[in-house]
Structures are given as structure tokens and as C-alpha cells.
């Protein structure tokens, strides 16, 4: 496709041909202006193509009446984009009420997707967007987009506006959904270390959209095609390399574990047959509250009422081995805590299975794990 934009003397996207493939993500990094969002809207014809071709499946959707169209793919713009003066189930349902969803199925649908970005949905239904913080407009957003089910997904630059901890579980989520959802994903982004993490190919683009290298994250990294690729991978490779291997893809560790409502003493035999001086306490759900120490076990009612342990930081499988080293240096356990489907827990990273990693990735000299 080109994109030749009026009064403009250089194509904005000149002759870009990119195939991508069904239920993957597929990452656009290049320098600001180089034409990445110019050719993520021609996919849905929020711009048109001054000419080329664009094929969803089979289908030319090239001359698709473009309302239709954008209704089967989902799009999360910088910034959530959420309607300040709509509720957030309002802002959901927008999609499937253009398509008269009746009432019923819209009201399931957005308490569906609320609990799947691990939003309470009676507690956030029915806010207002100025009501949530940064990272919980653009899990909205990420619902919004996912409302009708579409199989195509395109995503400009959705986490660019929040901490690197939010991002961090924002990535992670994206993730999750992608592994039970299997979308098509085309994700725009700055930060190359997202796009190793998130991708499982990356486009790197020049100016124009000209595709320096499309690849994966992998042979990127272990075999950028020319200087302009080299220089978004830049220096510390190796660490980045950390970035390729998943939690999943390393054996986790047994912590000792008790249930909120237990028996502490139960709880202290199965941290001594463990060796260890911490159990996790997870409620009925399994999902993670806080550690607890031996000496606090003493307490007969130790176990209950447990609450929440706000600072208690968990990695997800799909979190990458670099996510759970920031973890762990910020917390003082030197173990961080995994979760997965719906936050249970799944086991501990500790800091020794980083180590071995790093020993493993730097003796082989090329990347481990997989980016899939
Ligand atoms: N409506 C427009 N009219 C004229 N030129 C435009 C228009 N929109 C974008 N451009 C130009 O087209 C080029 C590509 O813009 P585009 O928004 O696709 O870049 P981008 O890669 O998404 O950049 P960024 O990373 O800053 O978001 C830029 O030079 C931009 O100035
Ligand atoms: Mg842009």
C-alpha cells in the first residue's frame, strides 16, 4: 500500500507489502514519522490508501464499506480514547450496539470482558472514565476494542502514556488474552523492549513504513539485518535477551503455601518440610494475598481475615525473566511470586533461576526460550 498524503511531496507509506499472520502478534517499531500509524489506519481504512491492496483472509477488503469494516477489527487508540461522558460498560458496548445486540447479551458481554482485564465489574461498570487511573482507562480501552469479537486487533501505541510497573501488567494481560483468545494482533510501538517482549515477528521501519527487517524477535536480535536495525537494538543485547525468555519457559520453585482460614500450624509444617522461613497465603481462589513469616504463623488466628498485601508485586507466566528481576529487586524477598489464569498462583521465580538463565544465555551466546 501507499499512502500519499495531499500537498505532501514524499509518500508517507510508500509501497509497504506486509503479511501477517492469523493469530499473531505482530509488532511496528520505527522512528516517530516514519509512517507506522498512517499504515495501521489504512488496515482499517480510518485512512485510504492512495492505492495498493489489503486482504483480510481472502477477502479484499479494499473497497468494504468502511463502517462495516471497522466493526470486525478492534482499535485501541493512544490513550485508551475512552468518551469522558459515557460509563465505562457504556464505552464497551458501543460496538455491539451499532451491531443491536439486545440488551441482555450486551450487559453479559461487558461484565465478561471487565473480569477478562481483570476488572471487578460491579465496582467499575458503572464509573466514569476520569474515575480510573491511566493503566485501568487503557484495560478499558483494550476491552472496548474487544467487544464485537473481532479477529483482527489493531493496537496504536496503547500503553505508551503509563508507569513501567503498569505497563509491565498491561503487557502481561495482553499476553494472557492473546493466549485464550488467539487474536490477530497489529501493535504499534517506540519501546523496542516491548516489542521483543509482546511480538511474535516485529517489523522495523523506516521512514516511509520501508521495512528495514520483519522477523522475529530473536533473529532481530541475534541477526540485525543492517546499522539502522542494529541501532534499535542497541546496546545490552545480552540482558534483552532476558527479555526473550518467559517465566513460563524456566522451572519455577515450590513456595511453602497456606489458605486464608487454614490452620497456622499446619502452615509452619509445610514451610520446615520445605526449608523455608515464608509461607504465601492465597484465598479461596488461589490467588496470591502476602507472605507470611514463621513467627507471625504462631498466631493460632493468624490465618484469618487475611488481607491483601497491597506491595505484594506478582509476575504472570507469559512475563518475561527481566520483569521478574525488577520485581525482585524492588521487593526483599528475592523471590517473586507467579500467577496465571485469573491471578492463581502457579509457583516462585527466585533469584538463583535468574542467575542460571543469565549463565545459560551468556555461555550459549544466542537466545533461549521462545518468543511464541
Ligand atoms: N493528515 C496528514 N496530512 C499530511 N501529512 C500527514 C498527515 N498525517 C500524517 N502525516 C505525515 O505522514 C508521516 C507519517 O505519519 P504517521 O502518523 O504515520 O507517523 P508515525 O510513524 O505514526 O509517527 P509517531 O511515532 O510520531 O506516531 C509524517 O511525516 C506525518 O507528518
Ligand atoms: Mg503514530
Known sequence: MTKRYDGQDEPAVDNITMEIPAGQIVMLVGPSGCGKTTTMKMINRLIEPTSGRILIGDDDVTHRNPDQLRRHIGYVIQGAGLFPHLSVGDNI???????KWDKKRIAARVDELLDLVSLEPGQYRDR????????????VGVARALAAD???????EPFGAVDPITRQRLQDELLRLHDELRKTIVFVTHDFDEAVKLGDRIAILQKGSRIAQYDTPDRILSEPAND?????????????????????????????????GGDPAMAIEAARALDREHVIVLDEQDRPQRWMSLTELEDSGALTGVARDEALECVSLASTLNDALDEMLTSSHGVVVVTGRRNTYQGVVRVETIMDAMENLRR???PSGTAS
Open 228 to 260: 539502522f536495525v542494529r541501532s534499535f537494538v542497541g546496546a545490552g543485547a545480552a540482558l534483552k535477551q532476558l527479555t526473550l525468555t518467559r517465566v513460563r519457559d524456566v522451572d519455577l520453585h515450590e513456595a511453602a503455601v497456606a489458605h486464608v
Open 150 to 156: 473481532p479477529p483482527v486487533l489493531l493496537m496504536d
Open 93 to 99: 458496548a458501543i460496538v455491539p450496539r451499532l451491531l
Open 364 to 366: 550459549s551466546g544466542e
Open 128 to 139: 466514569y472514565p476520569r474515575e480510573l487511573s491511566g493503566g485501568q482507562q487503557q484495560r
